[in-house]
């Protein structure tokens, strides 16, 4: 397997960012496993600022298999967050043929915009997404099949993970005409 770095990420427009990607048999090959692993490392990695700089990573919350030519239904996730009682966690998964299973009406963007390490052009504006969602996927930390209930950062970062696999970029949901507009039912995270 390739070191995954800015020098190895596929880039928008290439093709592979655009197409379906297909499921993942399980269990997982040694080689899907080792992928996943991989991207998996490269999200933790590209927290950390001197890994970042040592190795050529761009500090991401997430990566899909597109994202290093991978035509698959995989994704790795590193997320912090803060739980009920006010405290710091990371989440991690690396999940497999993650699906939406249900989403709320009201949406959720962050504040400041998306951006995707595929994705090196600029597009300012509000990415909505539906702000809590639940998934269905195999969850290779675990190693079983999980559901994940996901609001706010978490559920943005998951829907923009899963967009990947299905051959949908974070720009595509910016609206040309009014980038930043917005009503007051969309929740802004800053």
């Not at 595929?118 to 998934?135: C, F, N, T, W, Y």
């Amino acid at each position: 397997m390739v070191k995954i770095n800015m020098d190895t990420i596929i880039l928008d427009p290439n093709p592979v960012l655009r197409a379906q990607c297909e499921s993942v048999k399980l269990p997982l090959s040694d080689e899907d496993k080792s992928t996943l692993l991989d991207m998996l490392q490269y999200v933790r990695d590209s927290r950390d600022e001197e890994l970042a700089e040592k190795y050529n990573l761009q500090p991401a919350n997430g990566i899909a298999a597109p994202q290093i030519g991978v035509a698959k239904q995989m994704t790795a996730i590193v997320v912090d967050l803060v739980n009920k009682d006010g405290q710091d966690i990371t989440v991690e998964f690396a999940l497999v043929n993650p699906k939406i299973v249900s989403h709320t009406v009201k949406q959720a963007a962050l504040g400041y915009g998306e951006g995707c390490l595929s994705v090196r052009e600029v597009h300012e504006g509000l990415v909505p997404r539906a702000q809590r969602i639940k998934v269905q996927a195999y969850d290779l930390i675990q190693d079983k099949e999980v559901t994940i209930i996901a609001k706010d950062l978490l559920a943005i970062v998951l829907q923009h993970e899963i967009d990947h696999l299905h051959g949908i970029l974070f720009y595509d949901h910016i609206n040309k005409v009014d980038p930043w507009g917005h009503d007051n039912s969309l929740k802004i995270i800053e």
